[in-house]
């Protein structure tokens, strides 16, 4: 089971990615078809409902055009 803390960074992760792909004009389906992540999956990991793999950061990443460490900025965060 997740510790409080843990669900919170995985929140504000969440949070931060979804902000970052708004930024970018991105929709889910457009994020999942540059990603190979599909779209129901980053809609949960927006809401912080799933731990990602280092794999998937760098999926994320590469959907966005932005190094990874960026995705890793927010409040909170190590």
Partial sequence: MKSSADR???KRFGENLKQLRKNKGLSLR??????GIDNSKIAKI????????F???LQLAAALETPPAVLLK???AI
């Fill in 8 to 10: 919170k960074l995985l």
């Fill in 30 to 35: 457009e994020m999942s078809h540059g990603s």
């Fill in 46 to 53: 927006e809401k912080g409902l799933v731990n990602i793999t």
């Fill in 55 to 57: 794999t998937t950061l």
């Fill in 74 to 76: 927010f409040e909170g």
